[in-house]
């Protein structure tokens, strides 16, 4: 008997290559992903505005980037004995405003550069609800402020089209080359209702597929259908029974190399996986000549890389196996 269906998600037409630069935007699940690309060694940039939730939040935060936005004083608010932003995630908060700003700032212009010479943008959508401030506002990040202090709501899937329509439109005219892939977050927004987390679901899938059947630069990969329609089960979560736990992480990883990149890229990741999990490895006595040994024999592999694929970053594994 079948117990489940698998989900084997479409191939894209075009797919990342190990040379191609990846800027990562979004929920929590996109620095999952982003991790595990860096890990490989490819070149990306992740969420340069700390983790961000709803699409307003998003696209305001990559037309910043383009425009290479740079903030002032006036930008922030002070609230908990830090000097926050309405724009960014509680990382960049700090007690004195100019360390506030000069984090910011860094980061913007760190975007800028990025985002101009990047070849996939991947945007992970978590929630369509946004918190306004009186001003009408959409905030990235509430700051523990009091819930009483912002209107809740639920945008609508036109509403959610048209900010993403308009962003693509800016980032296509900045970055001609740029392609984009949507995900919807996995992370079930419980504290929202279970009838309304889905309601924001919906919403979000909707405008996104609206997205990818106009724009033939943007794709979607199904992070979300694979948690909730094909593992669909509790085990795959964490304790908190709201965020995929470590085993369907990688499940999504696994689907989602397969799916996006290339095959030379592929078997390019297995080397280095190797030559990673080897760093990390602890000795049992690193004076042995064994132990010796197992660094020269890397180190070789490491250099052999290098030679063939000028444009890996294999620079803290060489430091690690010379010493």
Not at 111 to 135: M, P, R
Request: hydrophobic fraction near 40%; include cysteine.
């Amino acid at each position: 008997m079948e117990f489940r269906l698998d989900f084997t998600p479409k191939p894209f037409d075009i797919k990342i290559s190990h040379q191609q630069k990846l800027l990562l935007i979004g929920s929590c699940f996109t620095e999952q992903i982003g991790t595990k690309l860096a890990n490989h060694k490819f070149t990306v940039l992740d969420n340069p505005n700390g983790i961000l939730f709803n699409p307003v939040s998003i696209t305001k935060s990559i037309a910043s980037y383009i425009s290479n936005k740079q903030y002032t004083e006036a930008s922030l608010f002070y609230q908990n004995e830090c000097w926050n932003s309405w724009e960014h995630h509680s990382r960049f908060s700090h007690p004195d405003k100019n360390i506030c700003l000069q984090a910011i700032n860094e980061s913007q212009n760190k975007a800028h550069a990025f985002l101009k010479k990047a070849d996939w943008l991947l945007i992970t959508l978590g929630s369509a609800f946004v918190y306004e401030l009186d001003n009408k506002a959409v905030v990235a990040n509430c700051h523990k402020v009091p819930t009483d202090k912002f209107n809740k709501r639920l945008l609508t899937v036109d509403e959610v089209f048209t900010d993403l329509q308009n962003l693509i439109d800016k980032a296509v005219v900045f970055n001609p080359e740029l392609k984009i892939i949507f995900t919807i977050s996995p992370v079930r927004h419980l504290r929202d209702g279970f009838v309304e987390n889905n309601r924001s679901k919906a919403t979000l899938i909707q405008a996104v597929h609206q997205l990818a059947e106009k724009n033939n630069n943007c794709f979607y990969f199904p992070a979300y259908e694979l948690i909730i329609d094909d593992l669909r089960d509790y085990r795959f979560f964490a304790e908190d029974m709201v965020h995929p736990n470590y085993a369907a992480t990688n499940y999504v990883w696994e689907k989602f190399m397969a799916a996006c990149i290339d095959e030379p890229s592929q078997q390019l990741m297995k080397e280095i996986a190797v030559i990673v999990a080897a760093k990390n490895h602890k000795p049992f006595n690193p004076t042995s000549e064994q132990h010796k040994r197992f660094l020269q024999t890397n180190l070789e592999k490491v250099k052999k890389l290098q030679q063939q694929f000028s444009y890996l970053n294999l620079d803290e594994e060489e430091r690690y196996f010379t010493s």
